[in-house]
């Protein structure tokens, strides 16, 4: 039963179209409207962090992500969006993120072991399980799913 269910749903996730999924990023992208939690807000008005810094870095950082397709994508495009964020921590154009990504990189990445979510709330609570202050794991997940994913 196991073996018929894994070959199931491999079968459905290699006949959706990869092109959907880049094609959605793109125009995710390239919009303008980019909506930011409340906290987050706070921290990157705080930096004095433009509009077009982050949308320069969100390109940079789906730039180097995409092609990376992944069977199970989602839970995939978020571990290497974190793993993103951890190695290139010099690039966040926000002086408090990027601090705190560089204090907590380490933490971050231990999360990926406990990750079961790939949803903003999922990633959240791993990097909580890593020990990152909730606050610190709130403001870094919004981050990494507001501005890659």
Same mark, same amino acid.
């Given at each position: 039963? %196991?073996?018929?269910?894994?070959?199931?749903?491999?079968?459905?996730? @290699? +006949?959706?179209?990869?092109?959907?999924? !880049?094609?959605?990023? &793109?125009?995710? !992208?390239?919009?303008?409207?980019?909506?930011? +939690?409340?906290?987050?807000?706070?921290?990157?008005? %705080? $930096?004095?962090?433009?509009?077009?810094?982050?949308?320069?870095?969100?390109? /940079?950082?789906?730039?180097? @992500? +995409?092609?990376?397709?992944?069977?199970?994508?989602?839970? *995939?495009?978020?571990?290497?969006?974190?793993?993103?964020?951890?190695?290139?921590?010099?690039?966040?154009? +926000?002086?408090?993120? /990027? *601090?705190?990504? $560089?204090?907590?990189?380490? &933490?971050?990445?231990? !999360? @990926? $072991?406990?990750?079961?979510? *790939?949803? /903003?709330?999922?990633?959240?609570?791993?990097?909580?399980?890593?020990?990152?202050? /909730?606050?610190?794991?709130?403001?870094?997940? $919004?981050?990494?799913?507001?501005?890659? @994913?």
């Amino acid at each position: 039963m %196991k073996k018929f269910l894994a070959a199931a749903i491999s079968t459905i996730m @290699l +006949s959706i179209p990869l092109s959907n999924v !880049a094609a959605a990023s &793109k125009s995710l !992208a390239e919009s303008e409207s980019i909506q930011v +939690s409340n906290s987050l807000e706070r921290i990157l008005e %705080k $930096d004095n962090v433009s509009k077009e810094e982050l949308r320069e870095y969100s390109k /940079r950082a789906r730039a180097e @992500l +995409s092609g990376k397709p992944n069977l199970q994508w989602k839970l *995939g495009a978020v571990k290497n969006a974190v793993k993103f964020v951890v190695d290139h921590h010099n690039l966040i154009p +926000s002086k408090t993120i /990027r *601090g705190w990504v $560089d204090k907590y990189g380490n &933490k971050m990445m231990d !999360a @990926l $072991d406990t990750l079961e979510s *790939g949803t /903003r709330i999922g990633l959240q609570l791993a990097f909580e399980e890593a020990g990152i202050p /909730r606050n610190v794991a709130k403001a870094i997940a $919004d981050f990494i799913v507001t501005f890659i @994913l």
